[in-house]
Antibody
Framework: EVQLVESGGGLVQPGRSLRLSCAASGFTFDDYAMHWVRQGPGKGLEWVSGISWNGGTMGYADSVKDRFSISRDNAKNSLYLQMNSLRVEDTAIYYC??????????????WGQGTLVTVSS | QSALTQPASVSGSPGQSITISCTGTSSDVGNYNLVSWYQQHPGKAPQLMIYEVSKRPSGVSNRFSGSKSGNTASLTISGLQAEDEADYYCCSYASSRTWVFGGGTKLTVL
């Protein structure tokens, strides 16, 4: 059974940084691309970033480009999202999602339960 | 990266069929057969219902079907059941290794 467990969320002041983690199990982690998707309070889903199976290809939404950085450690079956220069509008539940294939052109077939990030002074 | 356009809400009675539209552009929906649909119940993580426009993951009821014409994709749910009441999101690949979601549609089963 695929399990994705996010951690690292919390309350942070605007302009500060936070690093999210996603621990994966139940599948061969380095066979699949991974993504981060967020959902603001009472809002819809927003794709944030994706990374290919070997970390060689990454993509970012315009809203987070140059501020967020996605990475993975296949030896640790883990996905990360480094979030810098956080803004109030980054407040959201952040979901880790597994791609259906190796490249970032595959959609997302399994999701974690999310971790809440609140950006506020 | 503009969000895809979905109706804010749709409703139907048990046993009926409903269709949710998802309109994008020639840069996303119209250019790739990489449209997926997700169901989300309150307080829960999204669940993949349709991928690659019209394919169903194993375990998803055949009451759910997807299609696409031009820049608009559609999700149809037939034989509506109470448990189908949820939010539904479409999603499309949008080139340059990016994806875009629709704003979401709240389905009410009357």
């Amino acid at each position: 059974e695929v399990q994705l467990v996010e951690s690292g969320g919390g309350l942070v002041q605007p302009g500060r940084s936070l690093r999210l983690s996603c621990a994966a199990s139940g599948f061969t982690f380095d066979d699949y691309a991974m993504h981060w998707v967020r959902q603001g309070p009472g809002k819809g889903l927003e794709w944030v970033s994706g990374i290919s199976w070997n970390g060689g290809t990454m993509g970012y939404a315009d809203s987070v480009k140059d501020r967020f950085s996605i990475s993975r450690d296949n030896a640790k079956n883990s996905l990360y999202l480094q979030m810098n220069s956080l803004r109030v509008e980054d407040t959201a539940i952040y979901y880790c999602a597994k791609g259906r294939g190796r490249s970032t052109t595959w959609d997302f077939d399994d999701w974690g339960q999310g971790t809440l990030v609140t950006v506020s002074s | 990266q503009s969000a895809l356009t979905q109706p804010a809400s749709v409703s139907g009675s048990p046993g009926q069929s409903i269709t949710i539209s998802c309109t994008g552009t020639s840069s996303d929906v119209g250019n790739y057969n990489l449209v997926s649909w997700y169901q989300q119940h309150p307080g829960k993580a999204p669940q993949l219902m349709i991928y690659e426009v019209s394919k169903r993951p194993s375990g998803v009821s055949n009451r759910f079907s997807g299609s696409k014409s031009g820049n608009t994709a559609s999700l149809t749910i037939s034989g509506l059941q109470a448990e189908d009441e949820a939010d539904y999101y479409c999603c499309s690949y949008a080139s340059s290794r990016t994806w875009v979601f629709g704003g979401g549609t709240k389905l009410t089963v009357l």
